[in-house]
């Protein structure tokens, strides 16, 4: 089984969706991680600011600045009326915790169950719209089985064990939907793991089913010889070790999550690096 990981450009508007459902269901089982669609997240942080500051008028026009957009999302990305309701009973859910916390006393908790809720609705979202195409896909919950110790390094064993768990009770499908970036903590509490954790989430996830390949889809092609959203004429480096790859990220290579390759690397599966927008081309291999 594979691991497919799509930033939040790639889940970024229902075009961008459909594409990545058309990119990944080719009839092969795998287990699929979603980022937040692209600006949620930075949402979701300027409202906890907010919050923090109890600038709590400021944040209630925020809050439902961010409504309505997820609810134009799903009037766009659904075709059947009652997949529509469905989205809507996402965005409603999500958004009343969300404005539970625009009262009272704001906690570091809060904060990180607000963080939460990007991933929670991209994933919903996109699981609703693969079963009204007709596809065999089920809802992974994350916070079932992602968990950071005291120190905030990944509960390896937990993973690997709940993940089998949670598998089993899940059953067969041959998509498998989940949330990167959120897990929860030593206290159980909901928590994340940090920006750009999504990769970390797939490669998590990879080497707790120790996967076939473990594959993070951005906007792309690959790691390049240097950054080609600011540099021009920049060329595509095919194939990279483990330690270049993390040395590159530790560096400020932000097409790749620091922490990403060291749980595939112990388990020795290719991280491959590919592009949501050109998916023909082969991308970078990442490998011992």
Not at 157 to 177: C, H, K, M, S
Not at 243 to 266: D, N, S, W
Request: some cysteine; hydrophobic content about 40%.
């Amino acid at each position: 089984m594979k691991v497919l990981k799509f930033g939040g450009t790639s889940v970024g508007s229902p075009e961008n969706m459909r594409a990545v459902m058309d990119i990944i269901t080719d009839g092969e089982q795998k287990i699929v991680v979603l980022s937040a669609m692209s600006g949620t997240t930075n949402a979701l942080v300027e409202i906890s600011n907010l919050l923090w500051k109890k600038n709590r008028e400021t944040a209630g026009m925020s809050i439902g600045k961010l409504e309505a957009n997820y609810k134009s999302v799903v009037d766009s990305l659904f075709e059947r009326s009652e997949n529509k309701e469905a989205g809507l009973k996402v965005i409603d859910t999500s958004f009343g915790t969300i404005k539970s916390f625009n009262s009272g006393k704001f906690t570091q908790t809060g904060e990180n169950t607000i963080l939460a809720q990007g991933e929670l609705i991209s994933t919903q979202l996109f699981a609703l719209l693969m079963k009204e195409m007709g596809h065999d896909v089920k809802l992974l919950p994350a916070l079932d089985f992602m968990k950071i110790d005291e120190d905030k390094a990944a509960d390896s064993n937990f993973i690997r064990q709940n993940i089998a768990r949670v598998l089993e009770a899940t059953g067969d499908a041959t998509y498998y939907i989940t949330q990167g970036y959120i897990c929860r903590n030593a206290e159980d509490e909901i928590d994340n793991l940090q920006r750009g954790g999504s990769d970390y989430t797939a490669s998590l996830i990879g080497a707790a089913i120790k996967a076939e390949e473990i594959q993070i889809w951005t906007d792309i092609d690959g790691f390049h010889n240097n950054d080609p959203r600011y540099v021009e004429n920049t060329r595509k480096i095919d194939q990279l070790s483990f330690f270049e790859a993390a040395e590159l990220a530790y560096f400020g290579a932000k097409i790749l999550h620091p922490q990403t390759v060291f749980p595939a690397r112990v388990e020795n599966i290719p991280v491959r690096l590919k592009n949501t927008m050109n998916p023909s081309d082969s991308g970078t291999l990442i490998t011992s």
